[in-house]
């Protein structure tokens, strides 16, 4: 396992569209677990491929709970539920924290390394991580979703 560079800010892969995964390999479990370990050393709940400069659609996230690290590969929202509104911070914009509005339940369907299917459905902060880190998957930033003037930059 390698800690890799979390890209951050202006960074031009965090704004392209990440590939589905088609090989599910050793090469992909070594990428999972780069990716955990990365999270784990940046104190993050999540983190997604893009964020380390790849584009495949694979997201890693922790909650620190009884469940530990999960990794989903071509993971897809396929039923929302509710709304929440609350801070959200990004490894790869340190330092800021802004309100975003975010479904209080989501259902996602997506592949485990073995490429095996499944779907999750998570409330409050599991919604919240799946939904940010899903959104790096297609360029997206939690900053273009940030409701206004709720911006904080840490000092």
Do not use: W
Not at 43 to 57: E, S, T
Not at 58 to 85: C, T
């Amino acid at each position: 396992m390698a800690i890799r560079i979390i890209r951050i800010d202006d960074d031009p892969i965090l704004r392209k569209k990440s590939k589905p995964v088609t090989v599910f390999d050793e090469k992909l479990k070594v990428l999972v677990d780069d990716m955990v370990e990365t999270m784990h050393h940046a104190d993050g709940v999540g983190l997604a491929a893009p964020q380390i400069g790849i584009l495949k659609q694979v997201i890693v996230l922790d909650l620190y709970d009884d469940e530990g690290p999960m990794a989903l590969i071509n993971p897809r929202i396929i039923d929302k539920k509710g709304k929440q509104i609350e801070e959200e911070g990004c490894l790869s914009l340190p330092g800021r924290h802004g309100m975003v509005e975010r479904p209080y339940e989501v259902t996602v369907q997506y592949e485990d390394v073995t490429g095996d299917s499944y779907e999750l459905t998570g409330e409050e902060l599991l919604s919240r991580v799946l939904c940010h880190e899903i959104d790096h998957l297609n360029g997206i930033l939690y900053i273009d979703k940030q409701l206004e003037d709720t911006e904080k930059i840490a000092e």
